[in-house]
Every structure is written in C-alpha cells, then in structure tokens.
C-alpha cells in the first residue's frame, strides 16, 4: 500500500513539472517569430542620419522575430525577416551639402518651413507612385499588414499608408519633436514659455526676450507650414489632401531628458535617444597608430553627413587649420578631397569610424554619441535642431557653442584650449554620461514593449490625447470665454 501511494505520489509530481513546463512553453509563445507581426516601414525623408533611427528601430523588430517591408533610399540589404524596397531613384538621399545653401535655408524661417512642406509632400509623392507601393494601396497586393511605421517631417501625408490599410501606425521621429507639428499629431501644443522651439537657439528660453522671441517663432512657423500646406493643397491636390488621416499609437522620439529638458508630454510619446549607438568596433590600424601616437590626446573634427566640411568658405578652414596647427593634440579631420597646407598633427579622411572614435557635431545623432561617451564637444550648430542641441549640451557644461561664420583662428584655438585645459567640461560630461545609460530598459526594448502593446490593444486609442478631437478654438477655450 505504501508502495502504491509512493508511485501515485510520483506520478502526480512528475504530470505537476510537465504542466508547469507546457505552460512556460505556451507563454512564451506570445509575440514570438510563428505569431510575429508584418509591419510596413515607410522612411520618406532621405537623410542619413533620419535614417540610422529609423534603421535601428527596425531591427529592434527584427531580432523581436518580426517581419518588415521598408520603403527606404539608403539600402543595406536583405535579411531574415527584413526585406527592402529602394526608393533611392524617387528620394535623392541627402549627403555633403554645400554649407552655403544649408545657412541660407537655415537662417530663414520661412524659406525652411516651406523647403520643409515641399520636401515631405515631394517624397510621399513619389514613393506613393512606386509601383509596389501603389499595388499595395490599390489592394493588388493582398498580404495583410498589422502595422505602419513612418516619420513624419513637416506633413502627414506619411500617414496615408496607414489610413488606406486601416491599421495603427507609428512615427519614428528622429530629433526632437517637432514643435510646428506637435499639436497636429499629438493633439497638444508646448508652452513657449518653457520649451525652446525645434529651431530655436535655445533649448530653455531663460528671459523676457528669450521667451518674446520664441513665443514669435512658434506662432510664425506654424502658421507658415499652415499656408505652404495650404498653397501646396490648392495647386497641387493629393488623395492624402482629402481623407481624414490615421493618428500616430505611438510616437518614438530620439530624445533623452539628457538633452531634452523636463515637460509635459503625452502618454504615447516614447523617449528612444541613442538608439542608434551599438557597441565600439576595433578601429582601423592607421587611424589606431596615428591614435596610439598621441601622448596629448586626440580631438575629433566633424560636421557629420549632412554638411561638405570642404564647401566652407577659405577664411573659415584657415582658421581651423592654423588653430590646429598650435595644438599639442593630434587631430582626426573628417573633411572630403584634399586639404592644403595640411599640418603633421592633422589626418583627413572621407570618412571616419565616428562611433568607435568619437564625434562632436551638431546633429542629436553626433550628440548622443558624445554624451554616451562622456567627451566635451566644441560645437558648430549649422541648421535646423543643431542649435538647441548644442545648447542642451552647454547648459549641462560640457560643451562650448561657437558662431561658424564669425570664427578666427584666435576664437577656435581659445575655445579648444579652454575645453582640453579646463577639466570641468570633462567632470561635467562624464555625469552627463552616467545618467544618460541609467534607464529602466534599453532603447531597442522600449521600442519593443511599446510597438507590441499596439499590436496587442488594436492600435492602444486609449494613449491618443482627447485634445486631437478639439478644434483649436476650443482646446484653447476661446467658445468658453
């Protein structure tokens, strides 16, 4: 009888371990390769370093077990799971500007925010004509997809995808938010009073005429993208110009309170930055002797993908030269063709390992991956965010801001001997650098968890804000006064 009960005993433990066991088993089934989602990638602006954010977001999916379509000008190739179509004959990419054009652009609002409407319209345009794209909006092309992701620039016309295929949608936004575009997709506007506008000079307007100026360019810019997109709506109808378009589930922003100062945000607005960053490579043996043999250190020279470094003006690049000339530092100079009068301590090259090296430009992408390296920057913002990117960077003090049309060879070399002198830029950069790693999650998970909670509460219209069902009269009680 003992015997019995023993071996009953044994058996009921053995069928408790098996349940147990096929229950893990059926849990982690969920959201695995055999139930992945087919997810449309749509990458509509055809700028590098847009597309290094939107690139690391999808293959956060990828590695998940999902399957992606992309639509994208820079091709790096097929893969398990990720297949690509090139657009890169409709969206010329965006490569080493002349610098002139960029300033000109760049320093007038108006002319910015209309070049912003023509771009997003232009490219939208011609991807929607693409001939896979169109079959697969006409329904010609009948796999279903779960889910769109996209950026949005200064237009939603990216969000037609979405709207035609009746399935939630997410923008990845590759700098901060845009502040023109905030209210249209998020259903709320930023106080100006508080938060720097995208393309102003400040992150944090700090007095009276700081926060007049940026009051003016929030009012203005998003007034002028309203005309441009109407003006383009009238001369130039489109089938996104009359449907009521799909609002982002969620919006990924390459952002960190790091650089992105405390304020209100909504709940589907999901801070990613420094996505893009992936663990340092072993540097190519040139650059490493030339590294090795530096007993005074190295600093880094660039104005990252966008920006010809060579189209600056003379003046300007003699300046940097015989500055640099003066520094016991070595220099690696990313600068296109050859340069003149090029000193002992000075290696050009096309193109540099930025990540495995370091950087310090303007761009949020060079940002992070100065601050997560914890290195000082000496910055020359140029266009668009770069301004109060740097700016974010000199208000955590490890970072130095610099006028690039008005700089002379005396001001760069003070500048630089102040940053490799004073170790307070240095101090200051390494705790920047520690409280940008401290987060609960990795960027590539955040990315995950939140893409799947779409995909798991049918497009999540609980995150949306009731904001985005006001008109603006009424989200700004103007009915109730």
Not at 41 to 49: C, D, H, I, N, W
Not at 96 to 121: H, P, W, Y
Not at 197 to 213: G, I, N
Not at 243 to 263: C, G, M, Q, Y
């Amino acid at each position: 009888m003992f015997f019995q009960n023993s071996n009953r005993k044994t058996i009921m433990s053995k069928f408790a371990v098996l349940l147990i066991t096929f229950c893990t088993y059926i849990a982690s089934l969920h959201w695995t390769p055999t139930n992945a989602a087919n997810i449309l990638a749509v990458e509509t602006v055809p700028g590098k370093s847009h597309w290094n954010v939107m690139r690391s977001v999808l293959r956060a999916l990828t590695d998940r077990g999902h399957t992606v379509t992309v639509f994208t000008p820079f091709v790096d190739g097929d893969r398990d799971g990720y297949t690509e179509v090139d657009v890169s004959n409709l969206t010329k990419p965006v490569l080493e500007m002349d610098l002139k054009i960029l300033i000109d652009v760049g320093s007038n609002t108006r002319q910015m925010m209309e070049a912003l409407v023509n771009v997003t319209r232009t490219d939208c345009n011609s991807i929607y004509e693409h001939s896979q794209m169109s079959a697969i909006l006409n329904g010609e092309i009948t796999r279903r997809f779960d889910l769109v992701v996209t950026e949005a620039l200064s237009s939603e016309c990216v969000a037609y995808v979405a709207t035609v295929l009746r399935v939630p949608m997410i923008y990845v936004v590759p700098s901060p938010i845009f502040t023109f575009l905030e209210r249209p997709i998020t259903g709320h506007d930023p106080n100006p009073a508080v938060t720097g506008h995208m393309l102003s000079d400040r992150v944090v307007p700090k007095t009276f005429v700081e926060r007049f100026a940026n009051i003016v360019l929030t009012v203005y810019s998003s007034t002028t993208r309203w005309y441009n997109l109407l003006k383009y709506q009238w001369s130039d109808p489109r089938p996104y110009d009359a449907v009521d378009l799909e609002k982002p589930s969620v919006i990924f922003t390459n952002t960190h309170f790091i650089t992105e100062p405390a304020r209100p945000l909504t709940q589907n607005i999901v801070q990613i930055g420094g996505i893009h960053l992936t663990p340092p490579k072993p540097i190519p043996k040139d650059i490493l002797e030339f590294i090795e043999d530096a007993p005074h250190g190295v600093i880094y020279f660039t104005f990252g993908s966008v920006v010809s470094m060579s189209s600056l003006p003379e003046n300007i690049l003699s300046a940097f030269r015989e500055a640099l000339a003066q520094v016991p530092q070595k220099v690696l100079w990313k600068y296109e063709g050859d340069m003149k009068e090029k000193t002992k301590n000075v290696m050009t090259r096309k193109w540099f390992p930025q990540r495995d090296i370091l950087c310090a430009h303007g761009g949020i992408s060079g940002v992070y991956e100065a601050v997560d390296a914890g290195v000082p920057v000496l910055g020359f913002p140029v266009f668009y965010d770069q301004p109060r990117n740097i700016d974010s960077l000199v208000n955590a003090g490890m970072a130095i801001c610099m006028d690039l049309l008005s700089v002379t060879k005396e001001t760069f070399l003070n500048s630089v001997l102040e940053i490799v002198n004073n170790d307070r830029y240095q101090k200051n950069a390494k705790i920047v650098a520690e409280r940008f790693k401290d987060r609960p999650m990795s960027q590539a998970e955040s990315v995950v968890y939140w893409t799947e909670y779409v995909l798991r509460h049918n497009g999540a219209p609980h995150l949306k804000s009731q904001a985005l069902n006001l008109t603006w009269y009424q989200y700004f009680l103007i009915d109730l006064l």
